[in-house]
DNA sequence: GTGAAAGCGCTAACAA
DNA sequence: TTGTTAGCGCTTTCAC
């Protein structure tokens, strides 16, 4: 035990801070964190002595104390998916603002690592989470009872649940109107999977907007991608490969992944977008604007989705009685680009 | 004071486990933490005991008293850009692995906020660091000085450094070389901000590429792009600006933003890739796979470099005296796609 | 192999 | 307004 603080780099405690300025600990603590209950002339002399020595709180220590750590839990997703990567820094840049600090996990969709992220994190005392849900979530969720929790992107379906979230339905039913009004008649959708809410909502608007403009809803020109480019690629080839009378004009994905997955499949199939097919993503990225032709997208404002969702949860934690579940939703953009065209005449 | 306990949402503590098994919480912490020290009967009842509980260690208390908390801190540059994201991907995997756990920040580039973001994680106690500096790393980084600390994609010129980088000359020189094999002689660079270590060694990687070839340097054809993707475009739109005869025909960029910059200026400027100019980009990404035409790039494993650093760190703190600075470069793989072709007869 | 006791750094009673 | 005191939950001496 030779170098027995070498571990710790910090090392001067509030201890030191209050012995310089003469006062007790209790009186350095006060001084630092409830000014008001404090004497003015006294508080200087410890604020004084807090810089000279470059003190630094004690998260752990205080966090020990007051059963409370200013930290905060962020599963999203996939920190690879740049509409995800974007809310997680909304997040960030709201909880810093806070000074609040952010430990992020990606579960990747897949339930298990967002219970194992959920483990890891309980022991942090973090004093919220905010959640992209997994399919799990709903069980999941369980292993952190009584922590504030905002649900962002999508629903985990639990009752009382505070969700940030856009408006799906809205967001499709303006693409899908855009490509009725450009005259499409045939228009698939390639949807996710349906144990995820923003799936099931996009599915929804697409089958209203037909609806609406009294165009039969057609099961087999709705393909399931589960959320993967690959899944993408599949269901867009099997779609476009049907004979021409049959093939879709128009094309909506659902999400990011499986649109990248689409457009390959098309061109794959030798199509040109907007002639052959348009198609309309969901989420807008930097390879859908980079994309030849740039591809049309209903866009989502994931950076405030983000800030929101962060805001929301610390204002949670102000309060000491967390109201009623609350549900937020954004709107979303509609951006008309190159990938939509009215169809060829036949 | 009605509800003590609401804050908390973790109240089985070793004490309560203790009991069940009717041990002393000090036999119970042992039993948990360094099994040999303790009988194999007593161990399984406090194991079960603690199963039955649901018992969750505290790790701020735990971290209190050792000093220690389980957490890395990880400072990237930007979650948005695809690369950075994909190293703190690599470095959350062997993370979690190790059942540590990542506060992670965004510096955005920025000195200022790297320093906040260090003086957030100090109170914290987190055992380690891998950070992307900025170019006031060097001052930043005596924020935390025995914080074991590993610098990742690039040097912060700082001595004793634990580094873990790409081999930015050697895939450089190989984008370069190739550029010069398909004939070449005008090969233009885009390059970043020198005071980060990655644009020096891209730049000293062009510069010894071509006078290995016996091309001399030309100043005019190196611009600063200053890793925006706004510089990229600026400094292309100069260098494609030029008369026919000066005109490069083939184009070097250093980074990720500035080439989509540079691509977007050429298409501006109604230039076509390849057949005006060669381009090629440094680091991939989805946008360079799906653009038309599609992008040669000097790609950077990124995930295995996020992921190396953390084992190295983790390695680090195993260990209890850190070895003396180590030096990490992992190969860059260059793909040649549809963006490169011999330039165009005279 | 186990228990009693001290204390990590901080904050919240309670007294003064 | 300030100091004294008692822990937060855990780990680690030091005895036994």
Redesign the interface.
């Known amino acids: 035990m030779i170098l027995k ?6 090392m001067i405690g509030l201890e030191a801070v209050a012995k310089l300025a003469q006062v007790s600990s209790a009186t350095a603590s006060r001084a630092l964190s409830r000014p008001d209950k404090v004497a003015l002339e006294t508080r200087t002399r410890v604020l004084q002595a807090a810089e000279e020595l470059g003190y ?6 205080s ?2 104390r007051k ?3 200013r ?1 905060i839990g962020v599963i999203i997703s996939d ?2 998916n ?1 509409g995800q ?2 809310l ?2 909304g997040i ?1 840049d709201a909880a ?1 603002k806070s ?1 609040y ?6 579960s990747d969709e897949e339930s298990d690592k967002e219970r ?1 992220a959920l ?7 973090p ?1 919220g989470l905010i959640v992209v849900p997994t399919p799990g979530a709903k069980t999941n969720l369980k292993l ?4 504030p929790t905002i649900e962002l992107d999508r629903a985990s379906g639990l009752k009382n649940a505070h969700t940030v979230m856009v408006d799906n339905i809205g967001g499709t039913t303006t693409a899908i109107n855009h490509l009725i009004g450009l005259g499409h008649k045939r228009i698939a959708m390639i949807v996710g999977d349906f144990a995820i809410s923003t799936a099931v909502e996009r599915h929804q608007g697409y089958r209203e907007a037909l609806e609406h403009a009294g165009i039969p809803y057609r099961e087999d020109l709705v393909l399931a991608g589960h959320h993967r480019e690959d899944g993408g690629r599949t269901a867009a080839h099997k779609l476009l490969s049907k004979p021409l009378k049959q093939r879709p004009t128009a094309l909506f994905v659902g999400n990011n992944e499986m649109t ?1 997955g689409a ?2 499949a098309t061109r794959a199939l030798g199509l040109s977008i907007p002639e052959d097919i348009s198609i309309v993503g969901f989420d807008d ?3 859908a604007m ?3 032709p740039a591809l049309s997208v209903v866009s989502q404002p994931a950076y405030d989705l983000g800030y929101l969702a962060c805001e929301t949860l610390l204002g949670l934690l102000e309060r ?1 009685k967390p109201p009623n579940a609350s549900s937020v939703r954004l709107a979303t953009n509609f951006i008309s680009r190159e990938s939509t065209a009215p169809p060829r005449k036949t």
């Open positions: 603080g070498c571990n710790r780099f910090q630094q709180p004690n998260h752990l220590a966090g020990l059963g409370k750590s930290t920190i690879l740049p990567a974007m997680a820094k960030q810093a000074d600090t952010v430990f992020l996990f990606n194992r483990e890891s994190l309980r022991g942090h005392m004093q952190v009872p009584n922590l990248i457009v390959l990225s930097r390879w980079t994309l030849h000491h």
